[in-house]
């Protein structure tokens, strides 16, 4: 599979990274604004060809799958641009600015019969079936609660505190603590309450979110672009409690005996080696592709839209509004 990268940023770096080993995926074009830079992004990964317009490398007849690396703000348009182009499409989290852009996307590849996937990486990795295989086993009881944080002192990042580039903690580190609560309650949710404390330039700089469902169980999640924090997961269950070591990247899954006094651990679960994690997202579009299919299964279409759909009320109880959404 020939595989182009739209953007020559850092997350593209650790895309080329991750192809550049993997077998029957082919690292053939990068694409940047800037040729000279799009030329030393080649060299560095070893990239057939090097194009200095998104445009240029759209056009290229041999390109297969592109991965949409540039910040949120632009995630439609050059989604929407690489399908009418007949391309398939992973399009980097968070998938759009909004639901209707996200709907938009969606009914353009299913219309035109491509796939278009959303690189949320978390939902792809082999801890996901881990840590689904232990709650099943009963090992835990019934889930009551889950809790989860994630942080990182990137507030220093344009992408991350320009409102016109869909900046914030939200569509950047928000969407993994969703996606974690999602991948383990269901989205029958009954009521979402959201608060931030803003940056200078008005988005979110640290968010707090509580997901109350129908059935009465609860999601919490904190995150926050001004510090590093544990990046912890806690699912809480009646008969114990599992513990997920980075939700970010799953590196070590903890399950817990319900002991008041102390912990003690009755299974311990070491997630297997990766390239960087990024490998997984990429072979179940191969496998889409070969299989004439329009959506991975790990991230349907619909749990795109419905992550979206919470982001978006979330964002209405921040008060914030794109400059490009006016």
């Known amino acids: 599979m020939k595989m182009a990268i739209l953007g020559a940023g850092g997350i593209a770096a650790t895309m080329a990274e991750t192809i550049l080993p993997m ?190 469902y129908e059935d009465g169980k609860m999601a919490s999640m904190f995150t926050t672009m001004y510090a590093l924090t544990d990046r912890r997961g806690l699912i809480c269950g009646r008969e114990g409690f599992i513990c997920v070591q980075n939700i970010n990247n799953p590196m070590k899954i903890t399950v817990y005996a319900p002991d008041r006094t102390q912990y003690t651990v009755k299974k311990e679960i070491t997630v297997p080696e990766q390239i960087t994690g990024y490998e997984y997202e990429v072979l179940a579009c191969k496998k889409a592709i070969e299989e004439g299919r329009i959506e991975c299964e790990e991230m349907p279409h619909s749990e795109t839209i419905e992550i979206m759909r919470q982001m978006d009320e979330i964002r209405k109880q921040f008060g914030i509004v794109f400059p490009f959404e006016k």
């Open 23 to 212: 077998k029957d995926v082919e690292s053939y074009a990068i694409a940047s604004r800037n040729m000279e830079k799009a030329q030393a992004f080649a060299d560095k990964w070893s990239f057939e060809k090097a194009y200095g317009s998104y445009e240029d490398m759209l056009n290229d007849e041999n390109v297969e799958l592109v991965y949409i690396a540039v910040p949120h703000s632009h995630h439609h348009e050059w989604t929407i641009k690489a399908l009418n182009a007949g391309k398939h499409v992973l399009c980097e989290k968070a998938f759009a600015a909004n639901e209707k852009q996200a709907r938009e996307m969606i009914e353009l590849a299913e219309k035109k019969k491509l796939l278009l996937t959303e690189a949320i990486w978390t939902r792809y990795m082999p801890s996901r079936k881990l840590i689904n295989d232990i709650i099943a086993s009963g090992d835990i009881g019934e889930v009551m609660n889950v809790a989860s944080n994630l942080g990182y002192r990137i507030d220093m990042n344009e992408r991350m505190v320009k409102p016109e580039l869909a900046g914030g903690c939200l569509l950047d580190l928000t969407v993994y603590t969703l996606n974690f609560s999602s991948m383990i309650m269901g989205d029958n949710i009954k009521r979402i309450e959201a608060s931030m404390v803003p940056t200078a330039t008005g988005v979110d700089g640290q968010d707090t979110v509580m997901l109350e």
